[in-house]
Each structure stands twice: as C-alpha cells, then as structure tokens.
C-alpha cells in the first residue's frame, strides 16, 4: 500500500511564509506527476500547482508569483513554498500523487490534508 504524510501547514500573518510538505511511502515503482491542491469553505477543490516527473511545473494564476512547487524524487516527497500569503489562500491543502506502484499499475493518491490559515 502507498501512503501519502503531509506536513507544514499552520496559522500565519499575511505576507508571511510556509512551506509544505508530502512524502510518500509504500509499494513504489515510481512517481509520476505531483501536485498540490486546496479547498477552501464552501467552495471546490482547486488545482494549486503541479509538476511532472521531469519536472515542468504549472500553477494557477492566483499564486504565480508567490508559490514554488518542487520534487525530490529520491525521498518520494514534492514540497510547496508559498510566499506573501494572504487571507485568501486559505484552505485545507492536499498533495496528489500519481503513482505506479508496479509494472501494470498505477493510481492516484492523496494526502490527509494539511490546514492552512492567513489571517492578521
């Protein structure tokens, strides 16, 4: 089985920094893309930032800029860096990564979710 910890997230002034985490453990042939994404209260899920397994990276617009995602393959982990937050960046933060954990199978798989709070 594969598990996904994530770690990082907190309560935080606007203008401030985090960085979170996601490393995966388990039955691992190898990872494909990563991801981040977030939900907010009452609103979707949304696609934060992701990054293939060689590494281009896309974002949505709201945090190009501010947020960094990156991957080091070698601990099965991607990172978040989130710089200037703001209150609306708030959310519940999931990473997502896509996974093939043997020759014929691979799957999606999720974090628990890490709470992120802006606010002055």
């Known amino acids: 089985q594969v598990q996904l910890v994530e770690s990082g997230g907190g309560l935080v002034q606007p203008g401030e920094s985090l960085r979170l985490s996601c490393s995966a453990s388990?039955?691992?042939?190898?990872?494909?893309?990563m991801a981040w994404y977030r939900q907010a209260p009452g609103k979707q899920r949304e696609l934060v930032a992701s990054?293939?397994?060689?590494?281009?990276?896309s974002y949505v617009d709201s945090v190009k800029g501010r947020f960094t995602i990156s991957r080091d393959n070698a601990k099965n982990t991607v990172y978040l860096q989130m710089n200037s937050l703001k209150p609306e960046d708030t959310a519940v933060y999931f990473c997502?990564?896509?996974?093939?954990?043997?020759?014929?199978?691979?799957?999606?798989?999720w974090g628990q979710g890490t709470q992120v709070t802006v606010s002055s």
């Open positions: 997502n990564q896509n996974i093939r954990v043997h020759l014929f199978y691979e799957n999606d798989f």
């Open positions: 990054i293939t397994a060689g590494g281009d990276v």
């Open positions: 388990g039955t691992i042939f190898r990872i494909n893309a």
